[in-house]
């Protein structure tokens, strides 16, 4: 994954966590059928030449309708 501010290449699966709070933070979706909701935790890239964090989800497909 590359830096969108100065183009070099992030660390990955980095965790996210609300300080403070136990329960972190979490992604979700209403959508039609059976089971109606779609849900995934978020992890964070961080580039470690400019400092830019970006969040991203591996489920990212469960979402699409």
């Known amino acids: 994954m590359k830096c969108n501010q100065c ?13 403070g709070g136990m329960y972190g933070i979490k992604i979700s979706k209403k959508v039609k059928g059976l089971f109606n909701k779609v849900s995934a935790k978020p992890k964070a890239a961080v580039c470690s030449n400019c400092g830019y964090v970006a969040f991203y989800i591996d489920e990212y497909n469960e979402f699409s309708e």
């Not at 183009?7 to 300080?19: G, H, L, P, T, W």
């Open 7 to 19: 183009q070099n290449e992030m660390i990955k699966d980095c965790n996210v966590n609300v300080e």
